[in-house]
C-alpha cells in the first residue's frame, strides 16, 4: 500500500517526519491507564499549522477519545476544516479505529494518513482508503420541500 501510495504523494519525506515525530512525542501526554495503548497524531491543517492529539480513556470506556479526533476537535475548535495530513503512531502501528475513520471522512476522504510504529516506520493511505463508501456529508444532501406557502406564491 506505502509504495503505491507513494508514487501519487505530494507529501515531501520532510513533512512526513515532521507528522511522525510530532504524534510520538504526544504519546507521552496519553491517558491510557485501562488499555496501556497509547497513541499520538498530528493533523497538518491546510493553513500549514500542526495539531497533536492523543488518547485519553475514561472508566466508562464508551466516554475514551482517541487520539485523532482529538487532534481534530483541537484543530477545528481553532477555525481550521481544510486538512492535508494526519500522522498516527502507536506502538505497533495500528491503524485508526472505525469511529476515527468516519470522524476523518467529514472532513475529506483525500487527506493523507500516516500510520507509524514506535520505530518510526510507516505506510500511507487516505482517509477514502481506510473507509470505502464513508458516509459524508453528501450524502446529507436531500432535496428541499417546498412548502405550502412557496408553491402558492410561485403559482400565482
Known amino acids: 500500500m506505502a509504495s503505491v501510495a507513494r ?3 505530494m507529501l515531501p519525506e520532510d513533512v512526513i517526519q515532521v507528522l511522525i515525530e510530532v504524534a510520538d512525542r504526544a504519546r507521552v501526554f496519553s491517558h491510557a491507564p485501562y488499555s496501556r495503548y497509547r497513541v499520538g497524531a498530528a493533523l497538518l491543517a491546510a493553513s500549514g499549522k500542526v495539531y497533536s492529539g492523543v488518547n485519553v480513556e475514561n ?5 475514551a477519545i482517541c487520539a485523532e479526533r482529538t487532534a481534530y476537535v483541537k484543530a477545528v475548535s481553532e477555525g481550521e ?4 495530513a494526519i500522522a498516527v503512531v502507536t506502538e505497533n502501528g495500528g491503524a485508526p479505529c472505525g469511529a476515527c475513520r468516519q470522524f476523518m471522512a467529514e472532513f475529506g476522504l483525500d487527506t493523507w494518513v500516516i ?3 514506535s520505530t518510526r516506520r510507516y505506510e500511507i493511505t487516505t482517509v477514502g482508503a481506510l473507509l470505502p463508501q464513508a458516509f459524508t456529508p453528501a ?3 436531500l432535496p428541499r420541500k417546498r412548502s405550502a406557502r412557496a408553491q402558492t406564491r410561485r403559482a400565482q
Open 115 to 117: 500510520i507509524a510504529d
Open 59 to 63: 472508566a466508562s470506556y464508551g466516554l
Open 81 to 84: 476544516r481544510a486538512f492535508v
Open 7 to 9: 508514487r501519487k504523494l
Open 139 to 141: 450524502q446529507l444532501a
